[in-house]
Structures are given as C-alpha cells and as structure tokens.
C-alpha cells in the first residue's frame, strides 16, 4: 500500500472516532439531549447516546428531550 494511502486512511479513520466519539461525550457527561445537533443523524446520536447511557451511571432516571419547537442547534450548547 503506498505510504500516502496509509496516511489518508489514518486521517479519515481518526475523524471518524473523533465524529463518533461526541454523543458518547454528550452522554457520559449529559451534554444536550439525546437527539443530538444537526451535524448528527437523529438515529445515529440517539441509538449511541442512549447505549453509552445504560452503561454510565447518572443521577437523572432517564436522558433529556427537548420539547421545544426550536430546530437543533448545529453543535453541542450553541
């Protein structure tokens, strides 16, 4: 594999932990509700957020959802 190829992977990999990493952030530390911001699927953050959150202890009974009529915010407290 030619060395150039190796490191795109190696980039491409890292941003993607990095990407996958925020709703197990969120959740462990109960950041924002478990919908998530726009830059995530609404399924793909909630379906991490919430098996990070059986996992975790956490002093609330269950995660929050947002029952305002406002659009999600496009990153995390924004």
Do not use: Q
């Amino acid at each position: 594999m030619p060395h150039k190829l190796r490191i795109v992977l190696a980039v491409l990999a890292s941003l993607l932990v990095i990407y996958l990493s925020g709703p197990v952030i969120a959740s462990v530390f109960e950041i924002g509700d478990r919908r998530g911001p726009r830059i995530y699927p609404i399924g793909l953050h909630e379906s991490i957020y919430m098996t990070v959150w059986e996992f975790t202890p956490h002093e609330a009974t269950k995660p929050r959802l947002s029952i305002s009529s406002n659009p999600r915010p496009w990153f995390y407290g924004l």
